[in-house]
């Protein structure tokens, strides 16, 4: 449904995207991620024709962005980031509006805005001016634009960025629902967004694709994978952390305590199953074990792994 | 033309959501007012006409237009529906169109409501309504040329005030183009030709051709055509902005 090839834009000397490739197919919730500045927000804005291109291609239903813009941007529903709307208008009113310019007649509008402001559950302030409304309504009054004309291609631009727990679950359950039938795009700095909705997380660093995977893909590459995580006693933590280093499949043992116990992370030689010795190990030993995980993974620290720091990026532009 | 409406339609609806239409068109009529009876002592001159009225249109215009103007497209930069408006299914020239007939409309409706003293006139002795009419068209004519000048400057800038001021100097020199103060500085050495076809860029000069009773279709098109090379200019703008 989209298609990015060779997708370069420079901005003066700077380089925000270089030689970006990316397919996304119908069913796909590809989440975005990358350290501010990596050229997430800038690639969706290409994407949607909002910036043109250094170089590269991009296709959206096999419409070209650049050639056949109006059929491509009818294809798309876009959240820009911060969902700006024009604050005067109330959200019925502005709703109306995106209606007519996306070509819908007055019954068909009507029903569509309708629909519209069912899904993002924006009812109660329908006929308030958006700029009285709070920072979840304006979002959710940008997520009822973007998904107004059921578009094949939806691009969001940190959806749930400044929502309360609840709204975020709201939004997330509303993209759930969309997905088997749309391509979706999203950028977010919420790791646990990505676990929660992508099935496909493609980290970004620097204009280029430095990881592109399943989360569960991402998080196999976390040193924490398969690691197991228990908390016992300090006094048996020295004989715990001796017996574990023992262990064949065990590569190391990390040990670190809060309110008075010990919590040890055991980490396996690659490919090995820890969680089944090490609970075998400490039933064989009489360990008070009060808490006893296989971690997944962490995506944060996969993340900084293969992410630079907006601070070692400055370093390297200096020398 | 059904890309042009909806715009047209919620530009055109934004002026009156705020109280910025109100105060622009008391601002207006007051001025107007307070320059054709202060300045131009309407009364004094004994005869049954608008002329004095009319000469001062330029002049306010001058400050008046790019008030309304600046905000067009500086405004949607700051506030991020920029992003909106230009990644919706519509033309830029649709949008560029759409924006400029609603801020002419509305000072469109501001000239309208300057009747009273068309009345006033006209019950007092007994004028040449054609003139007035005349007249009216032409003061609208340069209101849409300068609204399409402060319209395509907007365009450059996120900020506000720069769009006023640049607007206002731009809009400036074609209104004293045909004046001794722009006309003496290249009589001396530039060729007559061209300070001909600089003096033919004058508002002044044509808009006085138009309140003289004459609408000369050559003045007319000057301000139709002067107002379609700025709107084509605004769009150029507009999409340079995005590989720029």
Partial sequence: MIEIDGLTRHFGSVTAVAGLSLKVARGEVLGFLGPNGAGKSTTMKMITGYLAPSAGRITVCGHDIETDTLAAQAAVGYLPEGAPAYGDMTARQFLAFIAEVRGFKSAEAKTRVAASVEKTELAPVLDQPIETLSKGFKRRVGVAQAILHDPPVLIMDEPTDGLDPNQKHSVRSLIRAMAPEKAIIISTHLLEEVDAICTRAVIIDRGTIVADGTPGELLARSRYHNAVTLTLPPAQADAAVAKLKALPAVAGVERSGRNGVASLTAFPKSGALLIETVSALALRESWAVQEMYAEPGRLDEVFRAITTSDAARAKAART | ?244
Avoid at chain 2, 16 to 36: D, H, K, N, R, S
Avoid at chain 2, 105 to 125: E, N, Q
Avoid at chain 2, 127 to 137: E, W
Avoid at chain 2, 141 to 155: E, H, Q, R
């Fill in chain 2, 1 to 244: 033309m059904k890309y042009i409406w909806p715009v047209f339609k919620r530009e055109f609806a934004a002026y009156f959501a705020t109280p910025l239409a109100y105060v622009f068109i008391v601002i207006f009529l007051f001025t107007m007012g307070a320059f054709t009876f202060y300045v131009g002592h309407f009364y004094d001159n004994g005869i049954a006409d608008l002329s004095v009225f009319f000469a001062y249109h330029p002049w306010l215009y001058l400050f008046l237009v790019p008030a309304i103007s600046m905000r067009l497209w500086a405004e949607e930069r700051r506030s991020g529906t920029m992003e909106l408006i230009l990644t919706l299914p519509v033309p830029v020239w649709a949008t560029v169109v759409g924006k400029h007939l609603a801020a002419w409309a509305f000072t469109g409706i501001a000239l309208a409501l300057t009747f009273p003293i068309w009345l006033t006139v006209d019950y007092l002795g007994s004028p040449d309504n054609g003139v007035i009419l005349a007249s009216y068209i032409g003061s609208f004519l340069v209101a849409g040329s300068y609204m399409a000048i402060g319209a395509c400057i907007s365009a450059t800038t996120g900020n506000q005030v720069i769009a006023f001021v640049v607007s206002v100097v731009v809009c400036f020199l074609f209104t004293v183009s045909g004046t001794p103060l722009v006309l003496d500085f290249f009589h001396a050495w530039a060729p007559v030709a061209l300070t001909d076809a600089i003096s033919s860029f004058s508002f002044v000069t044509h808009f006085t051709a138009i309140t003289a009773g004459v609408l000369d279709l050559r003045d007319v098109v000057f301000f139709l055509s002067l107002m379609a090379l700025f709107l084509t200019a605004n769009v150029v703008v507009v999409d340079m902005k995005k590989s720029g």
